[in-house]
């Protein structure tokens, strides 16, 4: 399955099924390219001229006119056009993007007095936004929304905490559509600030070959193992699943390549699926860009963004060494081997034909870590730096001179731009008076120092590479890259970005709504008194000073796997921390705590069915059903169940509180063996079968550990211990005795 293959099948899980021709095709690419251009000049250079509102509003237009002109009405119709209807709302999304650019700074607006015209463009906008999210994320999120719309109108009618009065036609419009607390809110910033450019950076890494090349990585360093191309897929998931700000993307990129091996050394069909939908969707969870929730939750926390990658990295690691055990469970049940070092490529061809794409994601690294430059800046940077070294590296192996020459011009012009700069905008002002424009000022184009030191070390890489090549005289070729692909990538990331920014408004009209009725100061008093109703009915022996919390933590679960169902992860995430994540920390849990907790379980949301597009998209490649293949893939992520509560009880393992380094590392591998040992629980299985008595241990133990005090932990560990050396037992028994 090629790129194209894979981008269509992306589209179609997601409700679109247009075959369009030639000439709609490059429309329609042009505008998602000029999207993806847009917000990559954005990143580097700052906004043009332009409010931040006004970029918002941009951001938001251009992607609902791309739904209209991508995704058909309903799924099915297998259109080979775009219908009219269709053109008449990508033009009427276009016009009401105009005017609300137009009458931002209106005294009607500004002094909250909007017209009646104004009224009615904000009231049609809210719908476009609604039946945009409608036919790329479906109806669960729109459902949601409208539940909220109906309980802003419906509040003076409602009992208790629920009541409220402020139901004013007007007043909904004017808070959703034009303050920032609706559409235009945290959710959409969010995602035109920080998600899309890093969907980006996948998008154009992956056109590298990048992500092919970590997949045969993984499968060089895990396949030859039982169940390898499992614990390969799984590893090669995590690595893409972390620059990926779409699961399903994920799960479709990395699931071609993963599924066929793992179904060929024996792994069932829906095993094989679940196996990815599992490794895709824990990816999110993974620093350094964790799908681009890392950047969101700097936004609703104010918590900088070092500090929570550090506390993220722990975790992270855990959830895959739960799947990874799964994994290995799974196959020692079955006995599935791995797959033949003949069948692999040389790790180290690999790495000389395509270790150079590597340093990209380096800089972004330093960037972010070292330097602790803005979010947008690393990203742009590690764009340009990937984008000359792909595109050298080829051209140095193929045709050194006349490469040394492009180069050097290259080199010239980006250096001259720190003191041409001023004449361009120079120019462009003069472009801008002569046509009675508004477009331009002097400060239009900002030249950053470092794109020279990116596009120098960059072509260094990619021609010390080339050098190497040929003293070595290594018959390796680097994969072809030049404008065409680079059109490509931006052309997909505009793509995989529209379900994200489209859940992203219509999150932001929910938390408008929440907002603005005075539900969000009530919400926890409604959470406190269910469970203060709870903990009445328990004995008194379950009654802790813990209790209220653990019945608030549980709740949550329930609350984050219903809310998250069938969203993009970085949509669910962004509705968790703004409706949930607050209850949580007014119950005194730490903020960086209950926002990786809303993040794990909305996370774990997305593998649960019958709504999880990820198992869709691993069941068609996998050539099984879907619902089969999500309940396995729940259930092979199922081992993170217990992780949030881990470090909700203690936070040790987030690296956030003054404990020793001998308690982290304690912490930690408590931790891990609790994993372990829920994973061996799910599974039924540890060296051999589990009886009914050893399960009912297995997951005992594995509880034990949620509490992380010294006692549980010390029980706990001695009866792991007793548990492996009985399964060991078993085993050995079982064995048959040689002549």
Not at 509 to 534: E, H, P, W, Y
Not at 546 to 563: H, K, R
Not at 703 to 712: A, E, G, P, R, Y
Request: aromatic residues 12%.
């Amino acid at each position: 399955m090629d790129a194209k293959e894979q981008q269509k099948m992306i589209q179609e899980l997601e409700g679109s099924d247009r075959d369009l021709g030639k000439k709609l095709t490059i429309l329609v690419s042009s505008i998602s390219i000029l999207l993806a251009v847009f917000h990559l000049y954005v990143a580097g250079f700052g906004l043009p001229g332009i409010g931040s509102r006004t970029f918002l509003i941009i951001h938001l237009t251009l992607a609902i006119v791309l739904v209209f002109l991508i995704f058909p009405i309903r799924k099915g119709t297998s259109q080979k056009t775009i219908p009219i209807y269709d053109f008449i709302l990508s033009g009427l999304s276009l016009g009401l993007g105009i005017y609300l650019i137009q009458r931002q700074d209106a005294p009607e607006i500004m002094s909250a007095r909007p017209t009646e015209l104004d009224l009615i463009i904000g009231a049609l906008f809210i719908v476009i936004v609604i039946e945009a999210t409608r036919r790329v994320v479906g109806l669960p999120l729109v459902i949601i929304a409208l539940i909220a719309i109906g309980y802003f109108f419906a509040g003076e009618f409602l009992p208790g905490q629920f009541y409220h009065n402020r139901g004013d036609f007007s007043r909904f419009v004017y808070e959703i559509t034009y303050r920032s607390n609706g559409i235009f809110g945290t959710p959409i910033y969010a995602s035109a600030q920080f998600v899309f450019i890093f969907i980006l950076f996948g998008a154009i890494l992956e056109s590298t070959g990048a992500g092919k090349m970590f997949i045969d990585l993984a499968i060089r360093g895990f396949g030859k193992y039982k169940g390898g191309p499992a614990k390969a897929s799984v590893v090669a998931s995590g690595m893409m699943g972390s620059i990926s700000g779409s699961s399903t993307a994920n799960a479709v990129t990395t699931g071609t390549f993963t599924i066929p091996l793992m179904k060929k050394v024996g792994f069932p069909p829906h095993v094989a699926g679940g196996v990815e939908v599992a490794a895709s969707s824990s990816g999110q969870f993974l620093p350094p860009v964790m799908g681009a929730a890392a950047f969101i939750m700097v936004e609703f926390t104010g918590i900088p963004y070092f500090e929570i990658i550090k506390s993220a990295l722990i975790p992270a690691l855990l959830a895959y060494v739960g799947i990874l055990f799964m994994v290995h469970f799974e196959a020692n049940k079955h006995n599935i081997s791995g797959i033949d070092r003949s069948e692999m490529k040389s790790a180290r061809k690999l790495l000389l034909s395509q270790g150079y794409l590597i340093v990209p994601i380096l800089i972004l690294l330093y960037f972010l870590v070292v330097e602790r430059a803005s979010v947008n800046a690393s990203a742009f940077y590690s764009i340009i730096a990937m984008i000359i070294i792909a595109f050298f590296a080829y051209r140095f192996k193929t045709s050194m001179g006349r490469t040394i020459i492009f180069a050097a011009i290259l080199l010239a012009v980006t250096f001259s731009m720190q003191y041409l700069i001023v004449f361009v905008n120079q120019g462009l002002v003069i472009f801008n008076d002569a046509l009675g424009l508004s477009l331009f000022n002097t400060e239009t184009i900002r030249w950053r120092s470092p794109i020279f030191t990116m596009v120098l070390g960059g072509i260094i890489v990619a021609l010390l590479f080339a050098v190497f090549m040929k003293m070595t005289k290594r018959d390796v070729t680097p994969q072809k890259y030049g404008f065409t692909q680079l059109l490509e990538g931006f052309d997909k990331a505009s793509r995989n970005a529209l379900s994200i920014i489209v859940a992203c408004a219509t999150a932001g009209i929910l938390i408008g709504v929440i907002t603005t009725s005075g539900l969000s100061t009530k919400f926890t008093r409604i959470v406190i008194s269910f469970s203060d109703a709870i903990e009445s009915w328990l004995p008194n022996f379950m009654i802790t000073d813990n209790t209220q919390l653990y019945i608030a933590l549980v709740l949550t679960v329930f609350a984050c796997l219903l809310l998250g169902m069938g969203l993009p992860t970085t949509a669910t995430y962004v509705v968790l921390a703004a409706v949930i994540a607050p209850v949580l920390t007014n119950l005194g849990l730490p903020v960086i705590v209950a926002h990786l907790f809303v993040l794990y379980y909305g996370v774990l949301a997305d593998d649960t069915p019958p709504i999880n597009l990820p198992a869709y998209a691993t069941a068609g490649i996998a050539k099984a059903g879907p619902i089969r293949t999500g309940i396995q893939g729940f259930k092979y992520d199922s081992a993170a169940l217990l992780l949030p509560f881990m470090f909700a009880i203690n936070p040790t393992i987030l690296l956030i509180t003054d404990a020793s380094a001998i308690e982290m590392i304690w912490a930690i591998m408590t931790a891990a063996v609790g994993m372990a040992t829920f994973a061996s629980f799910i599974q039924n299985f540890m060296f051999v079968k589990y009886s009914i008595l050893e399960r009912i241990i297995s997951v005992v133990t594995a509880l034990l550990f949620i509490q992380s005090d010294l006692v549980t932990d010390a029980i706990g560990f001695g009866i792991f211990v007793l548990l492996v050396v009985y399964q060991l037992y078993k085993k050995k028994k079982q064995e048959p005795v040689s002549a």
